[in-house]
């Protein structure tokens, strides 16, 4: 899996190589060790930012703790960026690729997602607008030319109806 994910991070760099940062959506870490993999390979001064719900970030505190740690699951809008753990298996290359580890809070995404839908006709998932929520809230001299991954589009119709209309979710 990180292998294909790695595909993501040539077509961003063949499309952009001017690209400053990266904000990805870490569930259990496939789609960011892949990416940033590519990515820090090609250009390593790409600073990559990881970005889970700030309820359930499993590698914020891993990264805290110095090594994987369980954390109390709660729910979120952003379930498909939301893992209890981050493994023993993935932490040590987490570690290395990320720079910056970006919490959302659940109105971020749903502004996000409000966003992603009015603007640019996207229907995503929390997970998905998780890292247009994370980029929105960092400085744009900060971040520089940047690529959000906006994955994931299974959402609840009745979900996403109420975070098109404004009301509350």
Request: aromatic share 4%.
């Amino acid at each position: 899996m990180i292998a294909g994910h790695g595909t993501i991070g040539l077509e961003i760099f063949e499309d952009l190589p001017a690209l400053d940062s990266v904000f990805v959506p870490v569930g259990g870490g496939a789609l960011i060790a892949g990416v940033a993999s590519v990515l820090k390979t090609l250009k390593p001064s790409v600073r990559v930012y990881a970005v889970q719900a700030a309820v359930n970030s499993a590698l914020a505190a891993a990264f805290a703790a110095g090594g994987p740690t369980w954390i109390e699951w709660r729910d979120t809008i952003v379930e498909g960026a939301s893992t209890p753990v981050i493994t023993d298996e993935m932490y040590p290359m987490l570690r290395r690729l990320v720079d910056e580890v970006v919490l959302v809070s659940e109105e971020q995404v749903v502004a996000a997602m409000r966003r992603l839908a009015l603007q640019s006709k996207l229907v995503t998932e929390g997970a998905g607008a998780a890292a247009v929520a994370a980029a929105l809230a960092t400085s744009g001299t900060e971040r520089g030319v940047s690529v959000c991954i906006v994955s994931g589009g299974s959402v609840d119709r009745s979900l996403f109806a109420r975070v098109v209309g404004g009301t509350d979710v």
